[in-house]
T-cell receptor
Framework: GDSVTQMEGPVTLSEEAFLTINCTYT??????LFWYVQYPGEGLQLLLK?????DKGSNKGFEATYRKETTSFHLEKGSVQVSDSAVYFC?????????FGQGTRLTINP | DSGVTQTPKHLITATGQRVTLRCSPR?????VYWYQQSLDQGLQFLIQ???????AKGNILERFSAQQFPDLHSELNLSSLELGDSALYFC????????????????FGPGTRLTVL
């Protein structure tokens, strides 16, 4: 079945560092891909998405490119802030349901 | 604020009991999804309703059931509760067009934290 594998956490970085969180997927067909973020004590918020190969999703300085050849959707940000501390989930949407990765906890120190 | 509301925010109950979690989708959204988030299982899809009808089922236990009402709000019923049912339960909603069409973005509520003692 469909599955998503994310980079193991937790990840701790200093403010203004470069961020990459790896995400690879296994799916039949061509799923839509998403990154969701969960801030402490809150629900999931959609961060960005891409619906077809080579699409780049971007929001709040975060970017991810849908790479069909490597079945990947890595999340990147050039300069992280303390306010980016959260848990990040990669997900794919096949026929009907969202399948999530295990989440990566990110902590940014000032 | 996603526009999806869930009540209650917290629920503490005992093993063997039954609880009901409530979700109101965003205005205009016809689909409601339920997810369970636990430390050991991660985020798992439970069930989807579309305009009152069950559309898809995931890893939902037989002790759990859900329904979607004519006003499109949904309830998730959990019965014969066990310690392992302690988790965060999220509801999400989407516009969800025709079956087989492109999947819509799902918007999540803040969740209900269930603690079974």
């Amino acid at each position: 079945g469909d599955s998503v594998t994310q980079m193991e956490g937790p990840v701790t970085l200093s403010e203004e560092a470069f961020l990459t969180i790896n995400c690879t997927y296994t799916a039949t067909g061509y799923p839509s891909l998403f990154w969701y973020v969960q801030y402490p004590g809150e629900g999931l918020q959609l961060l960005l998405k891409a619906t077809k190969a080579d699409d780049k999703g971007s929001n709040k300085g975060f970017e991810a490119t849908y790479r069909k050849e490597t079945t990947s959707f890595h999340l990147e940000k050039g300069s992280v802030q303390v306010s980016d501390s959260a848990v990040y989930f990669c997900a794919l949407r096949g026929a009907q349901k969202l399948v999530f990765g295990q989440g990566t906890r990110l902590t940014i120190n000032p | 604020d996603s526009g999806v509301t869930q009540t209650p925010k917290h629920l503490i109950t005992a093993t063997g009991q039954r609880v009901t979690l409530r979700c109101s989708p965003r205005s205009g959204d016809l689909s409601v999804y339920w997810y369970q988030q636990s430390l050991d299982q991660g985020l798992q899809f439970l069930i989807q309703y579309y305009n009152g009808e069950e559309r898809a089922k995931g890893n939902i236990l037989e002790r759990f059931s859900a329904q979607q009402f004519p006003d499109l709000h949904s309830e998730l019923n959990l019965s014969s509760l066990e310690l392992g049912d302690s988790a965060l339960y999220f509801c999400a909603s989407s516009v969800e067009g025709l079956a087989g069409g492109p999947p819509d973005t799902q918007y999540f509520g803040p969740g209900t934290r269930l603690t079974v003692l």
